[in-house]
């Protein structure tokens, strides 16, 4: 027994050595199968599908076409679209959150092809089959900021795109309306004598800081100027705020009207008081409140002082 001692050992030892070579043999094979199941799970896994463009279209004031460009592989679950106001935006930090305005389609007009394309008119956009989580009401003449992705369709193909940047589209210019000078507010107030339509939209207006009603206003529109740039001024004074009263843009004249009260002050514009300014002193303003009068003059225009 002796004697077999040291073959026994040796035995015991190249079992054990073979046995940790097997060993690390079937786990070098585990860790092979594991890989290829992974690389098997991934060549599986749904392809995400490319990120759409948004399309500014020319705003015009009867439409304002928006497009979107579907990206690899196209929309086949259709599309969600997000939107507020830039300045909404830049309030928000430049961030996207709940507040954010959308409209998630599926339907088969929003499901294009790659490099596909769909055009959407917003000024007159209706889609029951939309769903919309706010009324699109646009501004005119405001910036809005957009971003879309491709929708994940049914099925184990595809998965949503990510959303894109954003992309800034101006709405339609806002509608323009044309001035009147003094003579067309003089034969359409309520005391005209040509027993035309009254066409003012106040019955008083401040001059300066003091208040007049309408026939007072008349009044002073029918004062000649002889030389007192306080009337002067104060025809083509009337003449803006009521351009205004009706619509007019004022927002190139805001400051030249507020210079002009300022200038007036509690000077009464004759024949209501006696007040006076030289034409000198009014020059500047009455050039400008007059070129803001003809600026865009309506057909039936009468500027006459």
Sequence with gaps: MKNLTPLFILMILVFSGCSTESLEDQGQLSNYDAKAKA???NDNSPTQLGTPEILCGEATAESWPIGIKAGSNGTPGGIKVQWMTEADFIANGNEWDDSACQFNSKTSDYELAQDGEAWIDLAVFIDPSTDMN???QWDCNETYVFRVKAENPNGNEYRSSEWSTEYYCTSQP???ICTHGLGYWKNHSNENPGQQLNRWNTDNLDLGSVNYDQSQLNRIMDQKVEGNGLVSLAHHLI????NIANGVDDSSIAQTIIDADAMIGSLEVPPVGSGSLT????ETLKDALEAFNTSNPCDDNDTAE
Excluded at 239 to 242: G, Q, R, V
Excluded at 279 to 282: A, F, L, P
């Design 39 to 41: 690389q098997a799970n």
């Design 134 to 136: 706010c009324a699109m």
């Design 174 to 176: 806002c509608e323009t």
């Design 239 to 242: 003449a803006a705020k009521l």
């Design 279 to 282: 034409t000198s002193e009014v």
